[in-house]
């Protein structure tokens, strides 16, 4: 799979791509991850890729003129266009049933702003799919973007040593509960114990434990869920 991130602060990824996960699938081209500046687009000679808006107010706003070049170019370079994501508190809230589509995709285009959004016609004339991660602003799409490409590549098979525990998970494959709380060695810390259940070797009763804690768990922090 292969994830294009537009930005202007490419570098902000440094870190995240160069750790753990997400390291690791890159070494093994199960993914890759290629970054462009816009500021490379600006028609600028001082290389400027933000305005002030029109009809005034606070901010400024990410010119039409250079990102619309940055994306027709990054989707020209490879035969499939992929999947235009842009990274917008505006945009429709992300969830893992759209993350599961997403795993299926073979290119995702991740189109980070900064300041005070994109100039309106980037989204008339791209018509990108416009993705939020949540109710609260970000300073910049960076950190939106990774959390898209966190939750996609832990369903990209291969990626997860353990197949199985992609599965597992909460929201995944159907099972919208939380989890339940897990416990490893020791048995007893400042007095407090490890439930006897989940040493005792008993399968069957340790999967009938768990499900019954992940369902009150679910009812006490996310009535929301647990309606469904
Ligand atoms: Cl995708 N971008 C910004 N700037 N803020 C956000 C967001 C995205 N999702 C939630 N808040």
Redesign the pocket.
């Known amino acids: 799979m292969l994830f294009d991130i537009l930005t202007l602060f490419p570098n902000i990824f440094d870190g995240y791509l160069s750790e753990s996960l997400v390291k690791s699938a890159i070494d093994r081209k199960l993914i890759d991850v290629r970054r462009y500046n816009i500021r490379d687009w600006s028609a600028d000679k001082h290389r400027k890729v933000d305005d002030s808006p029109y009809g005034g107010g606070p901010g400024m706003v990410l010119k039409v003129d250079c990102v619309v070049p940055c994306v027709e170019d990054v989707q020209v370079n490879v035969a499939n266009r992929g999947r235009l994501l842009m990274?917008?508190?505006q945009?429709r809230r992300l969830d893992q049933k759209f993350v599961e589509e997403l795993s299926r995709e073979r290119r995702i285009l991740l189109l980070c702003?900064r300041y005070e959004g994109f100039d309106e016609r980037v989204s008339q004339i791209l018509q990108p799919e416009e993705?939020?991660?949540?109710?609260?602003?970000?300073?910049?799409?960076e950190t939106?973007a990774m959390a898209i490409i966190d939750a996609v590549v832990r369903l990209v098979p291969g990626v997860l040593g353990d197949e199985y525990s992609s599965l597992c998970d909460s929201f995944s494959a159907g099972n919208r509960l939380l989890e339940g709380p897990q416990y490893t060695r020791p048995r007893v810390y400042r007095g407090l114990k490890a439930p006897e259940i989940l040493v005792g070797g008993n399968h069957e009763q340790i999967q009938q434990w768990r499900a019954e804690e992940a369902v009150k768990r679910t009812e006490q922090r996310r009535p929301d869920l647990f309606q469904n």
């Open positions: 990274m917008t508190p945009g702003g993705i939020s991660i949540g109710d609260y602003i970000l300073n910049g799409g939106a």
